[in-house]
């Protein structure tokens, strides 16, 4: 995997992620990319600036897309999720406090979607949107490569130090240790599914 393969996974991620579609995995790309910005292949502010701008166009082509041509569907969308007032409240916290809705939407997964297809969706002015989309999109990605590349910082001299002093049964240990938090996490999002669907 080179540099360039990370820059064109990080901007296509974020462009799809940008469009509010939800449960794009993100995180790996960005991980990779502190990886090879630590290691000298990539470029911290080229990561930064490649991610907000795929992130931006995604944001603006989710905008479009409530705007003009998925308009109906999006309304009966957000309708049904948020209820017959849903569109009447999310038009007022757009029209009070649009540049902390649309910046901070860009934080929270269970806002970040209603709020970039709604933006369209209530006719929000497309160039004030762009700039708050812009805004946002820069320092989310930005704390993010930031946290990645610091990350993979750490991690890299942590493995340093462990395999100078590793033996087999510390790899052994290390492997049983992963192995047991991959299970438990395994177990525990199969018991919330199944208890998610005994509520219904």
Known sequence: ??????????????????????GIPFEPV???????IERGE????????V?????????????????????GLIE?????????????????????YGAAVIILARWFGPIRTPAILAAGVLGMNPGIYALYSALGAFTWTLAWQYASWKGAHYLLGWWQLYRRYATWWMDALL?????????????????????????K
């Open 76 to 96: 009966r969308f957000l309708h049904r999720g948020w209820g017959p007032d849903g569109l009447a409240t999310t038009r007022d916290w757009l029209g009070r």
């Open 30 to 36: 960005f991980l990779a990319a502190g990886y090879l």
């Open 175 to 199: 492997i049983l240790v992963l192995l047991a938090i991959t299970a438990g996490s395994i177990y525990y999002c199969w018991r919330r599914r199944m208890e998610g669907n005994g509520k």
């Open 42 to 49: 990539m470029n911290f502010w080229g990561a930064v600036t």
């Open 1 to 22: 995997m080179t540099a360039v393969h990370v820059y064109m996974a990080l901007f296509g991620l974020l462009v799809v992620e940008g469009m509010g579609v939800p």
């Open 51 to 71: 991610g907000s701008a795929g992130n931006l166009l995604g944001n603006l082509i989710g905008y479009w897309l409530g705007a003009r041509p998925g308009r």
